[in-house]
Nanobody, 124 residues
Framework: VQLQASGGGLVEAGDSLRLSCLASTDTFDRYALGWFRQAPGKERVFVASINWLGNAAYYSDSAKGRFTISRDNAKNTVYLQANSLKPEDTAVYYC??????????????????WGQGTQVTVSS
């Protein structure tokens, strides 16, 4: 599976962004999907994940209430709607996929495939 993330950019605090990740696979609906982020000098951390059906989503504490993960299986795409952005949200955002039916993972080592990342920079 190849993943291509897009939608990052430079925004001001309080603004919104929608990140997209297009997957190249004929079996997209068999994969759970996730978004992670990595700030400079820090480890890659979990942001959100969604199950194969798209009816169950999980979020980090920092993402709850501000970010929404969704997927469109007809378009082989997963989205991350990020609202009320803060400077501490600045990071490279990565999409990831794992072949899993059931509850999606929340750890980096649970995901098998990764996109190249898209930079999100939030100015104060």
């Amino acid at each position: 599976v190849q993943l291509q993330a897009s939608g990052g950019g430079l925004v001001e605090a309080g603004d919104s962004l929608r990140l997209s990740c297009l997957a190249s696979t004929d079996t997209f609906d068999r994969y759970a999907l996730g978004w992670f982020r990595q700030a400079p000098g820090k480890e890659r951390v979990f942001v959100a994940s969604i199950n194969w059906l798209g009816n169950a989503a999980y979020y980090s504490d920092s993402a709850k209430g501000r970010f929404t993960i969704s997927r469109d299986n007809a378009k082989n795409t997963v989205y991350l709607q990020a609202n009320s952005l803060k400077p501490e949200d600045t990071a490279v955002y990565y999409c990831a996929a794992e072949l899993r039916i059931g509850i999606p993972g929340q750890r980096v080592d649970e995901f098998d495939f990764w996109g190249q990342g898209t930079q999100v920079t939030v100015s104060s």
